[in-house]
């Protein structure tokens, strides 16, 4: 760009900064310094040689590669897999289709029908569709969850052959607990946030909250 | 419709119970001088910037002091913002932020643009940077920068019809599938730029920015009300 | 014999026919959907023409219809070689907005990831300009420390990129002592590869002849044009903002700002090297000094509330809800930035008090750098472009937005 040329590299050489802005050059900052190529350096053979050596030596230490398919990551409790629903015991999902993970979800993957039902939780998922295309695996639906019920699995590998496949349904998405207990301990640990001494880092059983108070006295409250 | 108040800290912060001190803080010597330009001087936000708005017709006379007044000396223009808003007179805002780095402060400088004549004086003359800043307003909100050198859209395509950082803009955006521009009337092919001679500036395409009927030409649905 | 006299045929007339050439957007050498429209005559640049847009997504619009949580997803995808370098922009801009106090501690960690996403950054950076300069087996030492970086950040936030890992009042989750010790040795080896690096490229004839000289700015041309981070450090303005308008721990944090002498490619190299060391050096500071404490604002009105409180009492039931469906910062607005590997990212965020942003601007330092192409480029040669693209290096998913 100007037009006087560095006469040691025969690059344009650069006119000093003209008044630099007082702030600016306030402070002495320590300046990286360009330096011309040593003799060596410029006949390219020296360092082309030492170059191919530590190539060369790379071959005799530890490989930082995995071998994919064959070697597999190791899972840690941390890892975002796709998300998948909480099956209970009885094979029912501990869903109570509050629709929070829905509205949260920033790509809106989620997609969940809900419905009344007679026992305890009063309200379940008739459907519940996650698109797995879609899915981000930003884990947002899992830590806004009232009732653990939608956590990250370790399932980092979807595959399918057809869009119709990462289409998750119901039956697809509920895993048993089992599964997804490593998942669920380290979340558990995580969202005691602040609140250490908190000990209820479990939803209690059934999905409701009952006062103790009201022990006895309540009865579900029969919609229909 | 939570439209942005004029003055945002006023209407959300309370103002502190004032104690009786006896002598006011002096006044910040850059404020002082830059409303001896003409600035409404505007009351602090969150971030605690300067904050200035300035008359369009005065805008071209302040940009140039505030570059080349040696006691002002803002060297560094950050950012243009157009912005939009719809229930207010005038519509359209360019929020310049502008850093000097002699006094390493950054003030903020609003400048209203009516909807009828969204014209405000560009200033890439004395920021250079100015440059892809203003294309990037023309092309999202359909602001015009008088004296621009080279308005044209920047992020999108040059012949799309719509500015979709307006407010009346669907989010989920208007079907432009077809290639062809509405342009005073007249459909015009998309220009292909490999049937442009060498060394020959694109043809300029007029797409009527600013009127209101070129947003009928795609039937845009508009937002319902209240949502910000 | 006048009319001989009136045109004296030279040898540039006879090289006159000037090429049109469309460099990209499919270019390997443009980062990404750049395309360059050039004239060239015989191997000189006559004129370029950069065309961005191809990656606009149009994050600006979609801001103002999603919550501020939600937005983080968005800035992750902005500069997809720092993504949490971009949630901290964010971040601050937010709980500036809010009036939020963030703990020291995560406070602490989010400079971790800062510096930790600048190195990701420049160690793409050395690998892919070594590429396009010619020095291949850069990439794959760079490549080597840029995993390894990222396994650490798996382990930290369970995503390897676009982790989506800070929250508004803090992290999603703590950094655990193991980690930390892990990130230790992490930095300790670093030294010793960044040597590495400048062996390999440094003294190389090849990247030197083909760096040095080229797409020189001036100080004052450099300002003109908006340029930040190292690409305006390296023409001597020493001006870096964790030092000039200063966030989350930097003012306590001793590092230096290299700057450049002469403005050019080779410069631009320089300084990134150097701010990798001092990178470094700050992450030995910080994760030998971490402050205990919590990861996330004790806000019962901002910040989810601990978990096993939701399943037991109604109010923080409430709560849950409510910060996920309606938190709304009071009306106002910010501009905040931060310094990214690229530049000056900035967020200028303009709230009505409500759930959502009135206006978001994203200030993306590789939109503004980018514009120095073309007066770096316009007279050099054509095999010049690509070391200014990139010693330049933006971010297509950045400029573009």
């Given at each position: 760009?100007?037009a006087?040329?560095d006469?040691?590299?025969?690059?344009?050489?650069?006119?000093p900064?003209?008044?630099?802005?007082?702030?600016?050059a306030?402070?002495?900052?320590?300046?990286?310094?360009?330096?011309?190529l040593?003799?060596?350096?410029r006949?390219?053979?020296?360092?082309f040689?030492?170059?191919l050596?530590?190539?060369?030596?790379?071959?005799f230490?530890?490989d930082?590669?995995?071998?994919?398919?064959?070697?597999?990551?190791?899972i840690k409790?941390?890892l975002h897999g796709?998300?998948?629903l909480?099956?209970?015991?009885?094979?029912?999902?501990?869903?109570?289709a509050?629709?929070?993970?829905?509205f949260?979800?920033?790509p809106?993957a989620?997609?969940?029908?809900?419905?009344?039902?007679?026992?305890?939780?009063e309200?379940?998922?008739k459907?519940?569709?996650?698109d797995?295309?879609?899915?981000?695996?930003?884990?947002?639906?899992?830590?806004?969850?009232?009732?653990?019920?939608i956590v990250?699995?370790?399932?980092y590998?979807?595959?399918?052959?057809r869009?119709?496949d990462?289409?998750w349904?119901?039956?697809?998405?509920?895993k048993?607990?089992a599964q997804?207990q490593?998942?669920?301990?380290?979340?558990?640990?995580?969202?005691?946030r602040?609140?250490?001494g908190?000990?209820?880092s479990?939803?209690p059983e059934g999905g409701?909250?009952r006062d103790?108070?009201?022990?006895?006295?309540?009865?579900?409250?029969?919609?229909? | 419709?939570?439209?942005?108040?004029?003055?945002?800290?006023?209407?959300?912060s309370?103002?502190?119970?004032a104690?009786?001190?006896?002598?006011?803080?002096?006044?910040?010597?850059?404020i002082?001088?830059i409303?001896?330009?003409?600035?409404?001087?505007?009351?602090?936000?969150?971030?605690?910037?300067?904050?200035?708005?300035?008359?369009?017709d005065?805008?071209?006379?302040?940009?140039?002091?505030?570059r080349r007044?040696?006691?002002?000396?803002f060297?560094?223009l950050?950012?243009?913002?157009?912005?939009?808003?719809?229930?207010?007179?005038?519509r359209f805002?360019?929020?310049?932020?502008?850093?000097?780095l002699?006094?390493?402060?950054?003030?903020?400088i609003?400048v209203?643009?009516?909807?009828?004549?969204p014209q405000?004086?560009?200033?890439?003359?004395?920021?250079?940077?100015?440059?892809w800043?203003?294309r990037e307003?023309?092309?999202?909100?359909?602001?015009?920068?008088?004296?621009h050198?080279?308005?044209?859209?920047?992020?999108?395509?040059?012949?799309?019809?719509?500015?979709?950082?307006?407010k009346?803009f669907?989010?989920?955006?208007?079907?432009?599938?077809?290639?062809y521009?509405?342009?005073?009337?007249?459909?015009?092919?998309r220009?292909?730029?490999?049937?442009r001679?060498a060394?020959?500036?694109?043809?300029?395409?007029?797409?009527?920015?600013?009127?209101?009927a070129?947003?009928?030409d795609?039937?845009?649905?508009?937002?319902?009300?209240g949502?910000? | 014999?006048?009319?001989?006299?009136?045109?004296i045929?030279?040898?540039n007339?006879l090289?006159?026919?000037?090429?049109?050439?469309?460099?990209?957007?499919?270019?390997?050498?443009?980062?990404?959907?750049?395309?360059c429209?050039?004239i060239?005559?015989?191997?000189k640049?006559v004129?370029?023409d950069p065309?961005?847009?191809?990656?606009h997504?149009?994050?600006e619009?979609?801001?103002?219809?999603?919550t501020?949580?939600?937005?983080?997803?968005?800035t992750?995808?902005?500069?997809?070689?720092?993504?949490?370098?971009?949630?901290?922009?964010?971040?601050l801009?937010v709980?500036?907005?809010?009036?939020?106090?963030?703990p020291?501690?995560?406070?602490?960690i989010?400079t971790?990831?800062c510096?930790f996403?600048?190195?990701?950054a420049?160690?793409?950076?050395?690998?892919?300009?070594?590429?396009?300069?010619?020095?291949?087996?850069?990439?794959?030492?760079?490549f080597?420390?840029?995993?390894?970086?990222?396994?650490?950040?798996?382990?930290?936030?369970?995503?390897?990129?676009?982790?989506?890992?800070?929250?508004?009042?803090?992290?999603g989750a703590?950094?655990?002592?193991?980690?930390?010790?892990?990130?230790?040795?992490?930095?300790?080896q670093?030294?010793?590869h960044?040597?590495?690096?400048?062996?390999?490229?440094?003294?190389?004839?090849?990247?030197?002849?083909r760096?040095?000289?080229?797409?020189?700015?001036?100080?004052?041309?450099a300002?003109d044009?908006?340029?930040?981070?190292p690409?305006?450090?390296a023409?001597g303005?020493?001006?870096?903002?964790?030092r000039?308008?200063?966030?989350?721990l930097?003012?306590?944090?001793?590092?230096?700002?290299?700057?450049g002498?002469?403005?050019?490619?080779?410069d631009?190299?320089?300084?990134?090297?150097?701010?990798?060391?001092?990178?470094?050096?700050?992450?030995?500071?910080?994760l030998d000094?971490?402050?205990?404490?919590?990861?996330?604002?004790?806000?019962?009105k901002?910040?989810?509330?601990?978990?096993?409180?939701?399943?037991?009492?109604m109010?923080?039931?409430i709560?849950?809800?409510?910060?996920?469906t309606?938190w709304?910062?009071?009306?106002?607005?910010?501009?905040q930035?931060?310094?990214?590997a690229?530049?000056?990212?900035?967020?200028?965020?303009l709230?009505?008090?409500a759930?959502h942003?009135?206006?978001?601007?994203?200030?993306?330092?590789?939109f503004?750098?980018?514009?120095?192409l073309k007066?770096?480029?316009v007279?050099?040669y054509?095999?010049?472009?690509v070391?200014?693209?990139?010693?330049?290096h933006?971010?297509?998913?950045?400029?573009?937005?």
């Amino acid at each position: 760009m100007s037009a006087n040329v560095d006469s040691a590299t025969g690059a344009p050489a650069l006119a000093p900064p003209t008044a630099l802005p007082r702030f600016a050059a306030a402070v002495a900052h320590p300046k990286v310094m360009q330096r011309t190529l040593t003799l060596n350096e410029r006949l390219f053979i020296g360092p082309f040689l030492k170059a191919l050596k530590f190539t060369f030596m790379r071959m005799f230490q530890k490989d930082i590669t995995r071998r994919y398919p064959e070697q597999k990551m190791e899972i840690k409790p941390t890892l975002h897999g796709v998300p998948v629903l909480v099956m209970k015991a009885d094979g029912s999902p501990r869903c109570v289709a509050c629709g929070l993970c829905e509205f949260v979800c920033p790509p809106r993957a989620i997609d969940i029908t809900p419905g009344e039902t007679d026992r305890p939780i009063e309200r379940e998922p008739k459907a519940f569709v996650i698109d797995m295309l879609r899915c981000i695996e930003c884990s947002y639906c899992e830590e806004v969850c009232p009732e653990e019920a939608i956590v990250m699995s370790s399932d980092y590998e979807v595959v399918g052959r057809r869009r119709e496949d990462f289409v998750w349904n119901l039956k697809k998405l509920l895993k048993p607990v089992a599964q997804l207990q490593s998942r669920i301990d380290w979340i558990r640990k995580t969202y005691k946030r602040w609140d250490a001494g908190a000990d209820a880092s479990a939803p209690p059983e059934g999905g409701v909250y009952r006062d103790p108070r009201w022990a006895g006295k309540s009865k579900p409250v029969d919609h229909h | 419709m939570a439209d942005v108040p004029a003055n945002p800290s006023s209407s959300t912060s309370p103002a502190p119970a004032a104690p009786a001190v006896a002598a006011p803080p002096p006044p910040d010597p850059l404020i002082v001088a830059i409303t001896a330009l003409g600035a409404e001087v505007l009351p602090p936000t969150q971030d605690q910037l300067l904050a200035f708005r300035v008359e369009r017709d005065e805008w071209p006379t302040v940009a140039r002091a505030l570059r080349r007044e040696p006691q002002l000396s803002f060297e560094m223009l950050i950012d243009v913002a157009g912005v939009d808003f719809p229930k207010r007179q005038p519509r359209f805002e360019v929020v310049y932020h502008l850093w000097s780095l002699t006094w390493n402060k950054v003030v903020r400088i609003k400048v209203g643009v009516p909807e009828e004549d969204p014209q405000v004086a560009s200033v890439v003359e004395l920021w250079p940077t100015a440059d892809w800043h203003e294309r990037e307003a023309f092309d999202m909100v359909g602001l015009k920068f008088a004296g621009h050198p080279d308005l044209r859209r920047i992020l999108m395509p040059d012949d799309y019809p719509w500015h979709p950082l307006r407010k009346d803009f669907p989010v989920e955006g208007i079907d432009n599938s077809i290639s062809y521009v509405r342009a005073g009337g007249v459909l015009m092919t998309r220009e292909l730029d490999v049937d442009r001679p060498a060394g020959q500036d694109r043809t300029p395409v007029d797409l009527s920015h600013g009127d209101p009927a070129g947003y009928s030409d795609g039937t845009p649905t508009l937002p319902e009300e209240g949502r910000a | 014999m006048s009319t001989l006299t009136e045109k004296i045929v030279t040898v540039n007339d006879l090289h006159e026919e000037r090429m049109e050439l469309s460099m990209g957007p499919q270019h390997p050498a443009t980062h990404g959907v750049l395309q360059c429209k050039l004239i060239l005559d015989g191997e000189k640049v006559v004129s370029m023409d950069p065309v961005v847009g191809y990656l606009h997504r149009g994050k600006e619009k979609h801001a103002e219809h999603m919550t501020y949580q939600q937005f983080f997803t968005l800035t992750d995808r902005l500069d997809y070689l720092q993504p949490l370098g971009n949630e901290v922009g964010w971040a601050l801009t937010v709980e500036k907005l809010a009036g939020i106090e963030v703990p020291a501690r995560a406070q602490a960690i989010r400079t971790i990831i800062c510096e930790f996403m600048r190195l990701s950054a420049h160690l793409v950076w050395a690998g892919i300009g070594g590429v396009d300069t010619g020095a291949v087996s850069m990439f794959m030492y760079a490549f080597r420390d840029r995993e390894s970086l990222f396994d650490l950040m798996d382990e930290l936030t369970g995503l390897r990129t676009n982790q989506e890992y800070l929250r508004i009042g803090g992290v999603g989750a703590d950094l655990p002592p193991e980690l930390v010790t892990r990130m230790q040795q992490w930095v300790a080896q670093l030294h010793g590869h960044i040597d590495e690096f400048e062996m390999l490229l440094t003294g190389n004839k090849i990247f030197h002849d083909r760096m040095r000289g080229v797409g020189q700015v001036s100080a004052q041309q450099a300002i003109d044009l908006g340029l930040t981070g190292p690409c305006l450090r390296a023409t001597g303005v020493g001006v870096d903002l964790r030092r000039a308008r200063p966030y989350l721990l930097y003012p306590q944090l001793e590092f230096e700002v290299p700057v450049g002498t002469r403005g050019d490619a080779y410069d631009r190299y320089l300084v990134r090297i150097e701010e990798m060391r001092q990178s470094a050096k700050m992450l030995k500071q910080l994760l030998d000094g971490l402050p205990a404490g919590d990861w996330i604002a004790k806000d019962f009105k901002n910040v989810l509330p601990p978990k096993g409180r939701v399943y037991t009492s109604m109010e923080e039931m409430i709560h849950q809800f409510k910060t996920v469906t309606e938190w709304c910062p009071p009306k106002g607005e910010v501009y905040q930035a931060t310094e990214a590997a690229n530049g000056e990212l900035g967020f200028y965020v303009l709230s009505a008090g409500a759930s959502h942003p009135y206006r978001v601007k994203i200030r993306s330092p590789s939109f503004i750098n980018l514009q120095a192409l073309k007066p770096m480029s316009v007279g050099s040669y054509f095999s010049d472009i690509v070391a200014i693209i990139a010693s330049l290096h933006f971010i297509m998913g950045e400029c573009d937005r």
